[in-house]
């Protein structure tokens, strides 16, 4: 094997530092965002893990929302980008909830628009991104093996710096320096999405040097396997959409009986069972796209 093929293309450590960047911006506001909650915002420790938990248990929920809207829509640049954008706005809401933490009441709707913009950019941009390093490498390469290998080293690598830098600057026992902990992982997060938006175009390609992650998915599956017979007008079928709507509502008002009043956990089980079986019951998927 020669020297240039042995060697990984440079868009894995575009995506290398991109994950990393993304990861310490997570991971970062994780470590004390729930110190935040009882220390700054004085809410009860049952209450607060109440709220950590909710806002954990989405975070691995939309991914695959955001996977869906990008191999049907928007692509996967398209949806990091915006994941990226809305992390950002995110991490600035959560900043400006600890900078006026004593207004309790504004603090809790400017956090609460924060782990908004978290939960949703984080199910565009994760997925997308992991999915695209895949995409560097010819089918059956040798090399993608120690490609996640790499890319999950930068993510492991962000995990551990985010918590020793946020918490050294949020944690200090004074409720007005929660603010610097979460300006740090918003920046983090702005040079993240800047470093995307100035390299992509030129690193994110594939073996033969054709931009990958620019088309839906949907549509480069079904041009390459033959598909087209199913009318790409008709990507949501109405009445299913229907049926799982009406499905996920009567779950979410057993749910919320069984949970004793709590919206959130209602919405986060129901939607477990309503996303997954519209997505994988969608009779226009094809066999590319239920094998992923």
């Known amino acids: 094997m020669s020297a240039a093929h042995s060697s990984h293309p440079k868009g894995l450590y575009f995506i290398f530092i991109t994950g990393m960047s993304e990861r310490f911006s997570y991971y ?122 790499i890319f999950y080293m930068g993510v492991n690598m962000g995990a551990f710096m985010a918590p020793l830098l946020c918490g050294y600057l949020g944690d200090t026992g004074n409720p007005a320096d929660f603010r610097w902990g979460f300006l740090a992982a918003a920046i983090v997060m702005v040079l993240s999405l800047v470093f995307y938006v100035a390299r992509n175009g030129r690193y994110l390609v594939g073996p033969n040097g054709e931009p990958i992650g620019i088309i839906p998915a949907q549509k480069t599956g079904r041009e390459s396997a033959g598909e087209l017979g199913v009318d790409l007008g008709k990507k949501l079928n109405v009445w299913q959409l229907s049926l799982w709507a009406v499905g996920g509502v009567l779950l979410f008002f057993l749910f919320l009986k069984g949970f004793d009043g709590d919206i959130i956990g209602a919405v986060i089980y129901s939607a477990c069972i309503v996303v997954p079986g519209f997505v994988i019951s969608d009779a226009t998927l094809t066999k590319i796209e239920r094998q992923r």
């Open 28 to 149: 970062g506001m994780r470590a004390i965002f729930t110190l935040y909650l009882i220390n700054a915002l004085m809410l009860d420790k049952e209450f607060a893990s109440a709220i950590y938990g909710n806002y954990t248990g989405l975070v691995y929920l939309t991914p695959l929302i955001g996977g869906y809207v990008a191999d049907r829509y928007l692509g996967m640049r398209r949806s990091i980008f915006w994941g990226a954008l809305l992390m950002v706005m995110g991490q600035f809401l959560m900043f400006f909830s600890a900078l006026y933490f004593e207004n309790t009441e504004l603090a809790k709707w400017l956090m609460y628009g924060g782990l908004g913009g978290l939960i949703f950019g984080n199910g565009f941009f994760k997925p997308n991104l992991s999915s695209i390093v895949g995409r560097l490498y010819e089918p059956g390469d040798k090399r993608l093996d120690s490609a996640y290998t």
